[in-house]
């Protein structure tokens, strides 16, 4: 099979095209067909050697943690997926090597996977698991948001910050965005209300709710939290994905949890999800599409289309 892989630490210029052997399939594993693959910020921090002394490595590794595809072969002990079932995984494993989305085949634990959402094609369905189990686990278990609350999020045109919008919005909630002023239109199409990041949001935050927001995530970092915190409630509680080890945030780490997942393919399903695409690469330009995302110049994901 084609894969694209790097052998040493570094940038986008250490992945390189190759033909490498069928994954080998366990009883309750699953051989998918990938048809795309998402790209995600924690893919150019691996494959840049940031977190060596925590995550063991077996050179060349396939990068790539978010698949959608179909069933080539299911494993003796997988009787939920039979051939050509449609599936989405998120197939982080716990040792770094030859096992990422970046490649025509892989094998994927059953746990790890759940249908495509029907409403979503391959490419969008891709860019669904890390980044919408985030916002799912942010919001939902973190944050315990509850219907009629007032929820702040920062950088809310974002990957996760876009469904944290949406997931909240679908329980109830009242949701004030923080985005770019080209990035307006877009939360209102997800039914959040915009104001401008940066210096004084706080103060256009209370101008649309004057009590204050109950709960607020950070997607964005950079102390925002501690920027707006006149413009939070009384005892509000506050999460954060980019600002690790602040006291009073609750830090939210994405894990892959089934449920959660067959939860955001309901959302899907019912149309009260969405995945805003900014940029998408054939497997071979690979390299291109983690140059894009880390210059972050594109207003929504990138994903890499396989089959």
């Given at each position: 099979m084609k894969a694209m892989v790097y052998r040493r630490y570094g940038g986008p210029e250490v992945l390189e095209l190759a033909e490498l052997p069928e994954p080998k399939t366990h009883v309750d594993s699953v051989l998918v067909r990938v048809k795309a693959a998402a790209l995600n910020p924690a893919d150019l921090a691996l494959q840049a050697g940031?977190?060596?002394g925590g995550v063991e490595t077996y050179f060349p590794v396939i990068p790539g943690w978010d698949i959608a595809g179909v069933v080539e072969r299911p494993g003796l002990a997988t009787p939920e997926y039979s051939v050509g079932d449609e599936v989405i995984g998120y197939i982080r494993g716990d040792v770094q090597r030859a096992h990422g989305g970046l490649a025509e085949l892989v094998s994927a634990d059953v746990r790890t996977l759940a249908p495509k959402p029907s409403s979503m094609s391959f490419t969008q369905a891709s860019a669904l698991p890390l980044a919408g189990l985030t916002a799912y686990q942010a919001v939902v278990h973190a944050l315990d948001i509850r219907p009629g609350q007032t929820l702040l999020v920062h950088g809310a045109a974002g990957g996760v910050g876009s469904l944290a919008?949406?997931?909240?919005?679908?329980?109830?909630?009242?949701?004030?965005?923080?985005?770019?002023?080209?990035?307006?239109?877009?939360?209102?199409?997800?039914?959040?209300?915009?104001?401008?990041?940066?210096?004084?949001?706080?103060?256009?935050?209370?101008?649309?709710?004057?009590?204050?927001?109950?709960?607020?995530?950070?997607?964005?970092?950079?102390?925002?939290?501690?920027?707006?915190?006149?413009?939070?409630?009384?005892?509000?509680?506050?999460?954060s994905i980019a600002d690790i080890g602040v006291p009073g945030v609750t830090p939210v780490f994405c894990r892959m949890d089934h449920a959660d997942l067959l939860a955001l393919v309901d959302l899907a399903n019912t149309n009260k999800l969405h995945i805003r695409l900014g940029a998408t690469y054939p497997l071979e330009r690979a390299a291109d599409a983690q140059r894009a995302l880390s210059a972050d110049n594109v207003a929504g994901k990138i994903v890499v289309e396989i089959g």
């Open positions: 940031a977190l060596d919008v949406q997931i909240a919005r679908a329980h109830g909630a009242r949701v004030i965005g923080t985005v770019s002023a080209r990035d307006h239109d877009y939360l209102r199409t997800l039914g959040a209300e915009p104001v401008t990041y940066g210096y004084g949001a706080a103060d256009r935050v209370l101008e649309l709710a004057p009590e204050g927001a109950d709960v607020a995530l950070d997607t964005f970092g950079n102390g925002v939290l501690a920027a707006t915190a006149h413009a939070m409630a009384p005892g509000a509680r506050l999460a």
